[in-house]
């Protein structure tokens, strides 16, 4: 035998086997390198997605709106007290079942109503008596809730918080709660400099999510803007908008903040008697808050009681004569014929801010 | 050298004398809050009252605001306090100090009972006025004034419970209420408290002007009626004592 052939033959087997063994390795660690990569840029694709930076929490005035009503400047929203306000308005912690948040009933893609229901409902197996209004440009409004109950935006959340019928909780057992979780003493401690939870920061830390909720950019919005230009029936309906539906329903925000009694028959199941629930005046019975138009198209059903499925039944309810007390000011739109009730529809779907209701600011942190 | 230091130290000492004897003008005006029934004091969770109408009844919970607490001079008012939250229940929340300046003339006391519109409408609040306190209506924004909650045999509410909660700053119940107690002259200096006690009696916010029935009216929380028992508690204060009380030195 060879020896020395032998030997180097034994030598390139080996040395082959080594290599196929490294190869197969290396090969094994970067197929299985393939799904990490992808799961770690998942990741920073959902942090940059949720990340809120100082640019993100600066609120723009819209040009042409008026003077805000709540004054932003002295709550001065940071990054971390937005972050904070966000994770509890998604947050069921505030409820007394541990099952409802602000987001149940108040849902982005609505503008922050409850799409397709008439009423407000909460806690397991209860339902409310009113419908959930969107949550928009609310630095411009003087009194929140269908009657005005509520004087001042920092104190809002105390209402369906404490309400039986939606959070059913109560203000210092809430604050109990965050304080006993460490992940909330984090978020406070971030937001506010240490890990004191109070009311006042808890309310105001909902108040920083709240007044970033502008919606300002519309196709109508950007009309004004003369970036896009009406149809025909838009155009048209916007017009005959001004005319018969702006005594109330004025521009910008499509609302002016007073209360309307405008001859919708009483529920006599329900039996609310709206503002003069607040005011106690005779005058105020059957009178609601005029909502904002804005995103009307997403917050389908309609009024304080939701009684009216769409937009065709709201303009044909205001198209019919009643006998009922109503504001004098909805007497020009019963002459609307079917054809202008249209265009005014056409018109309303243009008040949808599309921007507004995928904002990623405002979507749900909790990734689903 | 060492007189030089000898100097120095008397000096350094002098100084710090001076300001420890400066400091020593703490709080020269102690209210004391002393909730009572009538003639006796409030004894809570105790079924051994009568209103008007001789109907038996206890007290469980008593709380209520005061603001724009003052003295008043002859020309003068000094402030005491801005706003305190009292509570029968808490001792502490009962005693008021403050430091006014030094006089021989003042001859009583002012506040509100109740808090005024501006402080309601002023969102989340801190201290007295955190919502925290139970003296906040959710769900209709403002302030409970005057909360007074017990039990009464005749009261035809559930449990029989009696719950008042007066509050209201605008139209229809405007309940904030205005209260001078007035006293024989004193003087107040730097180196005594003044302590004056005020009654709060219970039964003033169940009767005159108007008498409450617990079997008609157990229960006020919104604005029904709720002005007529500001009327009531409007009374409910009076100067039981004046005191002066050395400060140690």
């Keep these: ?67 805000p009503l709540y004054d932003v400047k002295e709550l001065r929203p940071t990054p971390a007290g937005f972050v904070l306000g966000r994770s509890l308005f998604y947050d069921p912690i505030l409820s007394g079942d541990y099952f409802t948040s602000c987001a149940s009933c108040h849902q982005q893609f609505s503008a922050f109503a409850h799409v397709d229901h008439a009423l407000s409902h909460a806690v397991i197996g209860s339902t409310g ?51 006993a979780d460490s992940s909330y003493r984090e978020l406070f401690r971030r937001a506010y400099g240490d890990t004191a939870i109070t009311s006042k920061r808890f309310l105001r830390a909902l108040t920083q999510f709240m007044v970033l909720m502008v919606s300002a950019n519309s196709r109508y919005d950007k009309m004004l803007r003369k970036e896009v230009t009406f149809s025909a029936q838009e155009e048209q309906g916007y017009r005959l908008f001004q005319e018969h539906c702006s005594s109330c329903h004025s ?18 199941a329900l039996r609310d008697s709206g503002r003069a629930r607040v005011t106690g005046l005779a005058d105020d019975v059957f009178a609601f808050k005029v909502p904002s138009l804005r ?71 909790r990734g689903y | 050298m060492l007189r030089l230091l000898r100097l120095v130290c008397m000096i350094v000492i002098s100084v710090i004398a001076l300001m420890g004897s400066a400091r020593i003008s703490a709080q020269n005006i ?17 079924l051994m009252y009568q209103n008007h109408f001789a109907q038996l009844y206890s007290v469980t919970r008593f709380r209520w605001y005061c603001t724009n607490v003052r003295i008043l001079g002859e020309s003068t008012q000094e402030r005491i306090a801005d706003v305190i939250l009292c509570d029968a229940e808490d001792s502490a929340s009962l005693r008021v100090s403050a430091t006014v300046p030094v006089s021989q003339g003042y001859s009583g006391v002012s506040f509100v009972i109740g808090v005024d519109s501006l402080r309601n409408c002023t969102g989340a609040q801190e201290g007295a006025l955190d919502p925290i306190n139970g003296m906040f209506w959710s769900w209709n924004s403002g302030y409970i004034f005057v909360k007074l909650e017990g039990y009464a045999p005749a009261s035809s509410a559930q449990g029989k419970k009696l719950e ?44 005159q002007p108007h008498n409450i029935n617990f079997q008609e009216r157990p229960v006020v929380t919104d604005f029904r009626y709720a002005q007529e028992m500001a009327d009531n508690y409007q009374d409910m204060f009076r100067i039981l004592a004046i005191k002066n009380i050395p400060l140690p030195r």
């Excluded at chain 1, 009216?308 to 006998?323: G, I, M």
């Excluded at chain 2, 004391?32 to 105790?46: C, H, N």
């Excluded at chain 2, 509050?167 to 107040?188: D, E, K």
């Design chain 1, 251 to 268: 521009e910008p925000l499509f609302s002016d903040n007073s209360y309307r009694v405008i001859g919708l028959p009483a529920d006599t």
């Design chain 1, 129 to 179: 008596f009113r419908n959930v209004p969107a949550l928009q440009n609310l630095i411009w409004k003087d009194a929140f809730m269908w009657d005005g109950a509520i004087n001042h935006l920092e104190v809002q959340p105390l209402a369906p918080l404490t309400n039986p019928i939606e959070l059913n909780e109560t203000l210092p057992h809430v604050l109990e709660k965050l304080r």
């Design chain 2, 164 to 207: 008042y909660h007066i509050g209201g700053y605008r139209p229809p119940a405007i309940c904030t209420r205005s209260v001078t107690l007035p006293f024989q002259t004193i003087s107040v200096a730097d180196h005594s408290t003044v302590q004056i006690d005020i009654a709060v009696d219970v039964a003033q916010i169940l009767t």
């Design chain 2, 30 to 46: 102690l209210l004391r809050f002393v909730p009572m029934v009538q003639q006796r004091p409030l004894v809570l969770d105790s």
């Design chain 1, 1 to 67: 035998m060879n020896t020395s052939r032998h030997t180097y033959s034994v030598f390139v087997m080996r040395a082959v086997l080594v290599a196929c063994v490294v190869f197969g390795g290396v090969r094994t660690y970067f197929l299985n390198a393939e799904p990490n990569g992808d799961e770690d840029e998942a990741a920073a694709a959902r942090e940059r997605f949720f990340r809120i930076d100082s640019v993100d929490v600066v609120l723009k005035y819209p040009e042409g709106f008026p003077a």
């Design chain 1, 295 to 365: 995103n009307v198209a997403r917050t389908f059903p309609y009024m304080h009681d939701g009684r009216f499925r769409s937009l065709n039944a709201v303009l044909d309810f205001y198209r019919t004569t009643t006998s009922l007390p109503h504001d004098p000011a909805l007497r020009s739109a019963r002459a609307l014929s079917e054809r202008e009730a249209q265009d005014i529809i056409a018109f309303l779907g243009t008040l949808t801010d599309t921007s507004f209701v995928r904002d990623r600011r405002f979507a749900d942190p």
